[in-house]
């Protein structure tokens, strides 16, 4: 808990950037660090996401939370998305991408990157949840920030944690969904962060998004 706290202090120090900025590199801005501004909760579990020293701290129980952006329209294709994630011990969360706004369950649209360091689940962070993932040794530590990086072009998807390919994924033009997640399949839509369950505690920050062609 002592390395959290002194990692969320310097955080704080850190200047922060405006929700919705675009970096002459491209990159958007989806939090920025002060409140939770173009982002809307589904609040199933009232009060779970909140802002604490500069980040997006999830705790409390199943809820979403849906960056909507000003126009409460944000909608994403071809993108390159990176945050920084930290889990705590036991901790289950994910990223959701091309889904939208629902008010209750886990989101129906859309594909989940898992975030899970320790949780019993065996599919850890760095997966694309159900359909390729990383098995019972996560390349995350609890406790320590890890870069989180999500490319989609086309029909291809890959994810790499601290810079490491963890999951790619080329969507088939048959493409049959898992068991029971039918609107699992590409298209266009928003991102979500997930909190999973009472017990579970994750950190995020420095979140962005580069539009692709």
Request: net charge neutral; charged share 25%.
């Amino acid at each position: 808990m002592k390395h959290i706290f002194l990692s969320l202090i310097v955080t704080a120090a850190i200047a922060t950037i405006a929700a919705g900025a675009l970096s002459d590199d491209g990159w958007i801005c989806l939090f920025d660090g002060k409140t939770l501004n173009g982002w809307k909760s589904n609040e199933e579990t009232p009060g779970c996401f909140t802002v604490e020293n500069g980040t997006l701290k999830i705790s409390g129980g199943r809820a979403h939370i849906f960056y909507v952006g000003s126009d409460g329209k944000a909608k994403f294709k071809n993108f390159e998305f990176k945050a920084k994630v930290m889990t705590t011990p036991g901790a289950n969360s994910g990223i959701y991408f091309h889904t939208e706004y629902q008010d209750k369950g886990w989101p129906a649209k859309g594909y989940e990157c898992q975030v899970n360091t320790s949780h019993k689940d065996n599919k850890k962070t760095g997966g694309l949840y159900a359909v390729k993932d990383v098995l019972n040794n996560a390349p995350s530590k609890d406790n320590e920030w890890f870069d989180y990086y999500i490319k989609v072009e086309g029909k291809h998807i890959l994810i790499k944690i601290n810079g490491q390919t963890t999951a790619e994924f080329t969507e088939p033009d048959n493409w049959e969904p898992p068991k029971g997640m039918p609107g699992r399949r590409l298209s266009e839509g928003t991102f979500a962060l997930q909190g999973h369950d009472p017990k579970s505690i994750t950190y995020y920050k420095d979140i962005f998004v580069r539009p692709l062609p």
